[in-house]
């Protein structure tokens, strides 16, 4: 079974920062990983789709990287904005299904 | 954005009630899913449809049933309600098994009395 780490859980940086969120998973045979964005008592957002052949991939201020081998992605935001406070979902996809990490809440402070 | 409707959007029931959650596309996406989205759980995937008729099941899905009769509609029914399925429940639609995007509905919150 496929369990999907990320860290870390809860974060808050000034505005301006660059966040840097990390998601570990065990299972290294997927086929792509999703990033999502889920604002409280919404659903879920995609942000990026990085196939398992591509090392990275970026949209405006995100950049999002994939190690397939090591079982690890990272998602950066380059100078955080209010907007963005969220929690962050990483989900790598394999076996027919995605799997969740339980995310990362992210507060960025005006 | 993707065409996901999930109705209804808000519902309260009592215990050993069924329950029957809509979900509707107008993406004509082959893979439909079922998840529940729990505090410290995260999302967990019920049930899922890769074709009319074609549905299996995923790590949580005691107490639920689906059914898939059109492309566009797949409706998940929680025979005889309890506590435990208080939750927000998420359908989530893509184009292939392992390599389409994921786009998911606005959500359907239950709450089981």
């Known amino acids: 079974k496929q369990e999907v780490t990320q860290i870390p859980a809860a974060l808050s940086v000034p505005e301006g920062e660059n966040l840097v969120l990390n998601c570990s998973f065990t299972d290294s045979a997927i086929y792509n990983l999703q990033w999502f964005r889920q604002d409280p008592g919404k659903g879920l957002t995609s942000l990026l789709l990085?196939?398992?052949?591509?090392r990275e991939q970026t949209s405006g201020r995100l950049n999002a990287s994939l190690d397939k081998s090591s079982g690890r992605s990272t998602l950066y935001i380059a100078a955080s904005q209010p907007g963005d406070s969220a929690t962050y979902l990483c989900?790598?996809?394999?076996?027919?299904?995605?799997?969740f990490g339980k995310g990362n809440q992210v507060v960025v402070i005006p | 954005d993707a065409g996901i409707t999930q109705s209804p959007r808000h519902k309260v029931t009592e215990t050993g009630t069924p329950v029957t959650l809509r979900c509707h596309q107008t993406?004509?996406?082959?893979?439909m899913y079922w998840y529940r989205q729990d505090p410290g759980h995260g999302l967990r995937l019920i049930h899922y449809?890769?074709?009319?008729?074609?549905?299996d099941k995923g790590e949580v899905s005691d107490g639920y049933s689906v059914s898939r009769s059109k492309t566009e509609d797949f409706l998940l029914t929680l025979e005889s309600a309890t506590s435990s399925q208080t939750s927000v429940y998420f359908c989530?639609?893509?184009?292939?098994?392992?390599?389409?995007?994921?786009?998911f509905g606005e959500g359907s919150r239950l709450t089981v009395l």
């Open positions: 990085i196939q398992s052949s591509q």
């Open positions: 989900a790598p996809h394999g076996n027919n299904r995605l799997a």
């Open positions: 449809s890769y074709g009319v008729k074609d549905t």
């Open positions: 989530a639609i893509s184009s292939g098994p392992n390599t389409g995007e994921l786009f």
């Open positions: 993406e004509n996406h082959r893979y």
